[in-house]
């Protein structure tokens, strides 16, 4: 199994940054790709971005030009860098993971693993 743990939400005003991490960890884990997901009441969750162990990115559009995700491929870490934020970016963002782990009779376990989530709130 993989457990993610998710840092650096808060309350911040309009315009300011936040940054926010993920650190996955697991027995002999190998992380694939790692993306950020949000959820803001009363609406469906979203993807934000994801990155590959490779680096490639994809976000959605409502960030583009804000959001930058970045990676520690040697950390199993992901960040998510957050500028000129909004009300309307409020949300709970929870961190996403495809790892390989393996148990202890050395069974490799391939799944997809989410964090608790992290709220961020942007106050006008």
């Known amino acids: 199994q993989v457990q993610l743990v998710e840092s650096g939400g808060g309350e911040v005003q309009t315009g300011r940054s936040l940054r926010i991490s993920c650190v996955a960890s697991?027995?002999?884990?190998?992380?694939?790709?790692m993306g950020w997901h949000r959820q803001a009441p009363g609406r469906e969750r979203e993807l934000v971005e994801a990155i590959t162990s490779g680096g490639s990115a994809n976000y959605a559009d409502s960030v583009k030009g804000r959001f930058t995700i970045s990676r520690d491929n040697a950390k199993n870490t992901v960040y998510l860098q957050m500028n000129s934020l909004k009300p309307e970016d409020t949300a709970v963002y929870y961190c996403e993971a495809d790892a390989l782990s393996y148990s202890y009779d050395d069974s490799p376990i391939a799944g997809r693993y989410w964090g608790q989530g992290t709220q961020v709130t942007v106050s006008s």
């Open positions: 697991g027995r002999r884990t190998s992380v694939n790709t």
